[in-house]
């Protein structure tokens, strides 16, 4: 009998052509669209990515204006999904567990006059998550929600709705930053999970409630607040040492440290220090930033001495923890946030599976046993 060849997780197995993401963690590289990630992350805004995601080029300005303006017009929730949200909030779910719930109501005024049906719920999809966020965070802090401005951009209308104020210039570049820098990775768990339900010819909100179960599993969605609590528990710089062999020699995994795919310094968090950087010197608490790079350093010069060779360097979750920390969010919105910014690469893989149209059916081996015969229930042991 043939045996074919089995990769636990699918390691190593190629399983579509893609034209969205390049992620080489070799080099350290990662492109988007034929863009090294440095070249848009800090510069473009978010609906300037969604546009380069799901059309493989940047909007001129009168493109660009009208994505916005309906981005814009498509953010406001379905009554229903503030209702669920609001019986969410009563028995204190968890902001992911409440977002997979309430996202499939997003179906409901799905169709855009003059739209095709697709696209319209791509849309949809990407302009109303923040909404829900945003609501059931404050549903949670026993406030009311906050409705959705249509003058204010993407990443500016998410920090409105959460605080009721505008957010500064400062904080609403860093969030865009953050949202193109986690825009799409490539055939991650939770893109693959997108492309795997739309390739059965399902649609993209059922593909984008898939990816939002597989994300929230930890081993997916990382740990950024941990990095950020690490860096809190230390204090000064003149205890990062000494926390930090401890840790070490206690066998534990410094947060925020070390990557499956990249061998050398994940570029994400190049780009997030770099915004971090900027945020920190105009508003927020520079003395912190000057912490988490002193634990930083120290950090990896420990990881060198005493892991060598094990190429464990800073990950995105380190510096995606102070960068959403300087804007003002609780760790409970980390990985809701990290959501609201995949889900764009999320619809343009769905895109792209749509276009393949072939079924995505990998194989499996059987090693259960064989022979077994049926018995009455009266007759089993």
């Known amino acids: 009998m043939h045996t074919q060849h089995l990769s636990p997780g699918l390691e190593g197995v190629v399983a579509a052509e893609t034209r969205i993401t390049e992620v080489d963690g070799t080099a350290g590289r990662l492109v988007i669209a034929g863009f090294e990630l440095s070249e848009l992350a800090g510069h473009a805004t978010f609906e300037e990515m969604i546009s380069l995601l799901w059309h493989d080029e940047l909007p001129d300005r009168e ?124 055939l991650n768990a939770s893109t693959f999970t997108a492309r795997v339900i739309v390739s059965t010819r399902s649609d993209i909100l059922s593909a984008v409630v898939g990816a939002l179960g597989a994300l929230k599993g930890p081993l997916h969605g990382g740990a950024p607040g941990p990095a950020l609590d690490m860096v809190f528990e230390i204090g000064t710089a003149e205890r990062a040492e000494t926390y930090l062999r401890a840790a070490l020699a206690r066998g534990e995994r410094l947060m925020g440290f070390g990557h499956r795919i990249y061998k050398v310094r994940d570029p994400r968090a190049d780009v997030l220090a770099a915004a971090a950087s900027q945020l920190y010197e105009k508003d927020g608490d520079r003395e912190l930033y000057k912490l988490a790079l002193q634990v930083e350093q120290t950090a990896l010069q420990l990881l060198e001495e005493l892991k060598p060779g094990r190429d464990l360097h800073t990950n995105v979750e380190f510096y995606t923890a102070l960068l959403l920390h300087g804007i003002g969010l609780p760790t409970d919105l980390f990985a809701p946030t990290f959501a609201l910014g995949r889900a764009a690469g999320w619809i343009a893989h769905c895109f792209e599976q749509q276009r393949a149209d072939s079924l995505i059916r990998p194989q499996s081996t059987y090693v259960g046993p064989h022979g077994r015969k049926w018995a009455p229930v009266e007759q089993r042991q």
């Open 63 to 186: 493109a660009l204006a009208q994505l916005q303006h309906r981005l814009a017009h498509l953010r406001t929730a379905p009554d229903i999904a503030i209702q669920l949200l609001a019986s969410a909030a009563e028995q204190r779910l968890s902001v992911m567990d409440a977002l997979l719930m309430a996202a499939p109501t997003l179906r409901l005024g799905q169709h855009e006059a003059g739209s095709s049906e697709p696209l319209s719920l791509a849309l949809r999809i990407v302009a109303c998550l923040p909404t829900l966020v945003a609501a059931y965070w404050r549903l949670l802090q026993g406030a009311e929600p906050v409705s959705p401005r249509e003058d204010l951009g993407h990443a500016a209308n998410y920090l409105y709705m959460l605080s009721g104020c505008d957010p500064s210039a400062a904080q609403t570049h860093a969030l865009d930053t953050y949202l193109c820098t986690v825009a799409d990775h490539g």
